[in-house]
T-cell receptor, first 114, second 112 residues
């Protein structure tokens, strides 16, 4: 069974640009979660998508947005990049309605803003 | 709002020691609790999942327990090895939001 896959592995952008990160969940998982892990900081919840809809959002500005496609894959878009957006972005998937199965994480996208 | 705390933040032990990592949470309505391992610059690997009706889970040298009434979970690692060196994270969710809330992690170093 393929795990959660994220692309690209690394991304370097200039301040003010836009970044797009992608995530493919485990087959059969309908929920996708995005987390930010800045250097030296903990994992901060960004966004939760299920069945194509945004279900919850963390304490991040609107320039962080995303969407979930009919095949349950997801995109995270970060507009007007700032230096402090440099972080490891992790995606996780789960069965939304089956709370008991836990979460599986991808390997992450390392975003560097210069 | 659920808050998760992990103590200690860092731990260094000689190889072969048994050790306990602690995780505490503020909201006893925690539903599932999951322990993860993270190697530097990498994603998270799930170690153990304690489901809502369970109190304990074991996998190999790892054992995790959950006491909702006291707001605590512990991860026990038996006979530690240098390959166990990593950051260990606990995370829980509740019925309200379903997303995970993470602790700050315990950075473990096992010396040969």
């Amino acid at each position: 069974e393929a795990g959660v896959t994220q692309s690209p592995t690394h991304l370097i952008k200039t301040r003010g640009q836009q970044a797009t990160l992608r995530c493919s969940p485990i087959s059969g998982h309908t929920s996708v979660y995005w987390y930010q892990q800045a250097l030296g900081l903990g994992l901060q919840f960004l966004l939760w998508y299920d069945e194509g809809e945004e279900r919850n959002r963390g304490n991040f500005p609107p320039r962080f947005s995303g969407r979930q496609f009919p095949n349950y894959s997801s995109e995270l878009n970060v507009n007007a990049l700032e230096l402090e957006d440099s972080a490891l972005y992790l995606c996780a998937s789960s069965y939304e309605i089956h709370y008991n199965y836990g979460y599986t994480f991808g390997s992450g996208t390392r975003l560097t803003v210069v | 709002k659920q808050e998760v705390t992990q103590i200690p933040a860092a731990l260094s032990v000689p190889e072969g020691e048994n050790l306990v990592l602690n995780c505490s949470f503020t909201d006893s309505a925690i539903y599932n609790l999951q322990w993860f391992r993270q190697d530097p610059g990498k994603g998270l690997t799930s170690l153990l999942l304690i489901q809502s009706s369970q109190r304990e889970q074991t996998s190999g040298r790892l054992n995790a327990s959950l006491d909702k009434s006291s707001g605590r979970s512990t991860l026990y690692i038996a006979a530690s090895q240098p390959g166990d060196s990593a950051t260990y994270l606990c995370a829980g969710n509740n019925n309200a939001g379903n997303m995970l809330t993470f602790g700050g992690g315990t950075r473990l170093m096992v010396k040969p």
